[in-house]
């Protein structure tokens, strides 16, 4: 007899387990449940046809029931929704949401794929039928309802995660005055705080208004108008509001049904995405996953290792042997000119999690500064000093951050070192890289500290160093009319060799150039004459980005 395999949600991991399935068993029963009226949507394309840039909505129907059924020979019942899990029994009670009937319905294997639900903060107001999130296609309608409707063209994003982002953007192209709400004193956690200090002034040059560290008190409707109180307090009218404020793993059915919850919330999983319960499986956002970086248990809600997840219960249920390997949080966001990249960990959590860590910046062009069109782009590696590990790395620029990240992302996957870095052989010619890729310049830089040819110093330290330190910048006259490290010490790089008399040898010697290359020279120079010395990786152009980080982390603090 043919086994039956019941799939509860029919997107990115339902939908992958249940095409898979059939690719490897002609004969399976396999049922997929999803209680929204669409399969298969293209939910990351949400923002997009909101913003216009996908014109047409058919196109985020990626299939139908129908395709499906004719092409995978799978019965996918939309507005079907699962009630509970009956484990002993193997049945799960369905309610057909249009018919308003239950049934139950027995299973060999079961997949549980229902995602995650936005997190609604709990704000006096928020119940207001113009305060939205965006997961579905429906969600999506709502927001393009009242864009159409809002009065005034106005609208709040509370969150300055992916979605808020993504919808900040989206919004205003679609014509409206747009306030982000972020509760951080930056956007986007996932990056480190100077990283991800450069969407901020992109931000601002779109005319949103980026109001950070704060959150939103309340929200009153005011005639056709809301208003969105501050907890700064001020307040902000809105035609409309959307909550963009995280999501939570779906795991009210599991949990009823008493399979085991990991510690970070979400559905304990083996290796082969099974739960505690042998015939249950569990795959994308509702399931913890294993960080590659730390090995602890976390949630990475993404659309790839949702994908990935999947498939690999399919494989399972049907007979192979298939392992998922973690999930290291590889994304990317585009924020207007700009997109933002991350891998791994960044350096605010591996700290947070006591963990070792040292980092190195290369900024430049993202191709040959001779070529027209580069644009600049800013890299952070963070590596294991002990052995050389690659933990994590972001990228923000105009061009060449998703190259980049991917770079790392397979690089940090095969656990690669800084010096496996200095090795990669990656595409070059003028219109598309550099001779020494950012990539190899961030090995180069990471490996030469571990090597122990030029030490790296800290932005904080330079920032604020300490008695027995001194800055020294290395930086041309021009460039420092440009911009001052108060309290150092300036001699140029070309000088240098003729004035070392002047630099002090009882203290340490921070050095800063404009981005840490001329910086690494003179380090070289004053180390072989026999100066203690560390470089500032990133220099002056870092210590800019975390001084107006730190300045927003210590005025939101205070306010
Ligand atoms: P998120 O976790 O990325 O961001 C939520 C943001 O809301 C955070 O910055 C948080 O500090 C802020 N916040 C929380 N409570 C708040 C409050 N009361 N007031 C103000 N700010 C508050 O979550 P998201 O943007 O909702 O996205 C959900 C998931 O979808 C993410 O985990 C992400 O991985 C995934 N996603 C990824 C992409 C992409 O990779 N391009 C795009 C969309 C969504």
Redesign the pocket.
């Known amino acids: 007899m043919s086994m039956r395999i019941v799939v509860v949600g029919g997107v990115a991991a339902g939908m992958s387990a249940a095409c898979r399935l059939r690719r490897l068993d002609e004969d399976a029963d396999i049922v997929v449940l999803e209680r929204g009226p669409h399969v298969s949507f293209a939910n ?1 394309g949400l923002p997009y046809h909101i913003s216009g840039t996908i014109r047409d909505r058919e196109r985020l129907l990626v299939a139908t029931p129908e395709l499906l059924a004719a092409r995978y020979a799978l019965d996918v019942r939309v507005e079907h929704e699962v009630q509970s899990i009956d484990r002993p029994a193997r049945e799960v009670l369905v309610r057909d949401l249009r018919a308003g009937k239950e049934y139950r319905l027995s299973y060999d294997r079961l997949v549980l794929a229902p995602g ?1 639900a ?2 609604r ?1 709990p ?1 006096p107001g928020a119940d207001h039928p113009r305060v939205l999130t965006l997961r579905s296609l429906a969600e999506m309608d709502a927001i393009l309802a009242a864009v159409g409707a809002a009065t005034p063209q106005k609208a709040v994003v ?7 982002l ?1 919808l900040a953007e989206a919004l205003c192209f679609a014509g409206l005055e747009v306030t982000l ?4 004193p930056q ?4 990056a480190d705080p100077e990283m991800a200090v450069l969407l901020n002034h992109e931000l601002v040059r779109n005319g949103v208004d980026l109001c950070l560290g ?3 008190a309340a929200i009153e409707a005011q005639g056709e108008a809301l208003a969105v109180r501050l907890s700064s307090g001020d307040e902000v009218e809105a035609g409309l509001v959307v909550l ?4 939570r793993p779906e795991v009210a059915l599991a949990r009823d049904a008493g399979l085991e919850v990991g510690p970070s919330g979400g559905i304990l999983v083996d290796g082969s995405m099974r739960t505690s319960d042998e015939a249950i499986f569990a795959a994308g956002d509702v399931a913890e996953v294993v960080d590659l970086v730390t090995g602890e248990p976390a949630l ?3 659309a790839g290792p949702a994908s990935r997840q999947g498939r690999i219960a399919a494989d399972v249920i049907a007979g192979r042997s298939s392992t998922y390997r973690g999930s290291q949080g590889t ?3 585009k924020v207007f000119e700009l997109a933002i990249g991350t891998t791994g960990r960044s350096e605010k959590a591996l700290a947070a999690a006591g963990l070792p860590h040292e980092k190195v910046y290369v900024f430049g062009g993202d191709h040959a500064s001779y070529y027209p069109g580069a644009s600049p782009l800013y890299l952070k590696l963070v590596f294991d000093p002990r052995d050389g590990r690659i933990l994590g790395a972001q990228a923000v620029g105009g061009r060449g951050v998703d190259k980049r990240i991917d770079v790392l992302a397979v690089a940090l996957r095969a656990g690669m070192t800084v010096e496996d870095l200095e090795h990669l052989e990656l595409c070059y010619a003028p219109p598309f890289g550099r001779v020494r890729d950012p990539v190899n310049l961030a090995g180069f830089v990471a490996a030469g500290a571990r090597r122990g040819d030029v030490a790296l110093a800290d932005v904080r330290e330079v920032a604020r160093p300490r008695p027995g330190q001194l800055v020294l910048d290395v930086r041309t006259c021009e460039e420092v009319v440009q911009g001052t490290i108060p309290g150092a010490l300036h001699v140029p790089l070309d000088e240098l060799r003729g004035r070392l008399g002047e630099l002090p040898r009882d203290r340490e010697l921070l050095v800063v150039c404009a981005v840490g290359q001329r910086g690494h020279v003179a380090c070289r120079l004053l180390a072989q004459r026999g100066f203690a010395c560390r470089n500032l990786s990133g220099g002056f152009a870092l210590l800019q980005l975390w001084t107006r980080a730190d300045r927003l982390r210590s005025e939101t603090s205070s306010s």
């Open positions: 990351c995650a936005a997190v903060p704000i509370v969150g300055a995660g992916y979605i808020g993504e709400v972020e509760a951080l956007v986007l956690p996932a704060t959150k939103v963009a404020t995280g999501v990475v809600p993404l994304a990317i966001c």
